[in-house]
């Protein structure tokens, strides 16, 4: 089992930035893979970015590309979400989440099997 904790969501302005931060424990050898995802109110959970945790390959959707960055730390027990040049649109509950079948197809939901409680980000204009 592999628990994980976010945390650094909040409010910010148009055009700020926020890091939020996701702390892994439990099994942790397991795991292949992290990732973000959000959720909007009324949207369906999407994929946000995703590292492999060997090697350090980093993905992106088209949407953050170029404005967050994902990382971790060398112990491995954290992941984090650097979000700049924030938008509302980037509005949403941010949930992180760990993946323990092989780093493959990283930006499905279905592929995550272990999961956060999400932490609420809110960008106002």
């Known amino acids: 089992q592999v628990q994980l904790v976010e945390s650094g969501g909040g409010l910010a302005q148009a055009g700020g930035s926020l890091r939020l931060s996701c702390t892994i424990s439990?099994?942790?050898?397991?795991?292949?893979?992290m990732g973000w995802f959000r959720q909007a109110l009324g949207k369906e959970r999407e994929f946000v970015a995703a590292i492999a945790w060997s090697g350090e390959t980093t993905y992106y959707a088209d949407s953050v590309k170029g404005r967050f960055t994902i990382s971790r730390d060398n112990a491995k027990t954290t992941v984090y979400l650097q979000m700049n040049s924030l938008k509302p649109e980037d509005t949403a509950v941010y949930y992180c989440a760990a993946e323990a079948g092989g780093v493959i197809d990283l930006m499905r939901e279905a592929r995550y099997e272990y999961w956060g409680q999400g932490t609420q980000v809110t960008v106002s204009s």
């Open positions: 439990g099994s942790t050898f397991s795991i292949d893979a």
